[in-house]
């Protein structure tokens, strides 16, 4: 897989990159949440998925409160360099607020 | 899985919710995109996947010019309903307009 640098990231107007956050195991989708410079840049180094939070105006460590940490196994851009998929270690974690494995637990139906 | 209506999906302050496309069989993530109100009725109604180009500030029905057009199997919505998955049939199709199968074809290494 062709390697980039972290530079390379397109930032939307407000400082932020929306990032899908993948279990590498099971490929689930387990949340979409956006990042910063920061964010991104912490959750390589610690090798834990860091966001921030649009609704507390603050960078975010997920798990700090929940002990639900994801854990970094990589890192990929699209060909656009303005979306991200953090690949994590779920490792039997609830990714959810609500308790729920993926935040993704209900579908549209318009009937 | 619980089903809600199209009705409570959030759109962000742009009358955008980000989209992320995976594909059912393979469970690859393979783009990540915009849509607007109508564009998700219409990629309910229509069963493909429809979005709203930010660069051409334009309805896009996916596949329109490249012929790689989307088939939606299902759409889920997220537990703060301000975030959708189509989950569509590739049909050994491209969805990224490299030439790729998907779009998340690079890793960040910052090393």
């Given at each position: 897989m062709e390697k980039i640098k972290l530079s390379n990231i397109k930032y939307n107007k407000d400082g932020l990159v929306p990032v899908i956050v993948q279990d590498t195991?099971?490929?689930?989708?387990?949340m979409l949440a956006y990042s910063n410079e920061e964010a991104v840049r912490l959750s390589i180094e610690k090798k834990l998925a860091h966001f921030w939070s649009r609704s507390r105006n603050e960078l975010w460590l997920k798990g700090?409160?929940?002990?639900?940490y994801l854990k970094i196994v990589s890192i990929l851009i699209d060909c656009d360099s303005d979306s991200l998929v953090y690949?994590?270690?779920?490792?039997?974690?609830?990714?959810?607020?609500?308790?729920?494995?993926?935040?993704?637990f209900k579908e549209i139906n318009n009937e």
């Open positions: 195991d099971s490929l689930k989708i387990l700090n409160t929940s002990g639900n690949k994590v270690d779920l490792d039997g974690k609830k990714a959810c607020h609500t308790g729920e494995e993926s935040c993704f």
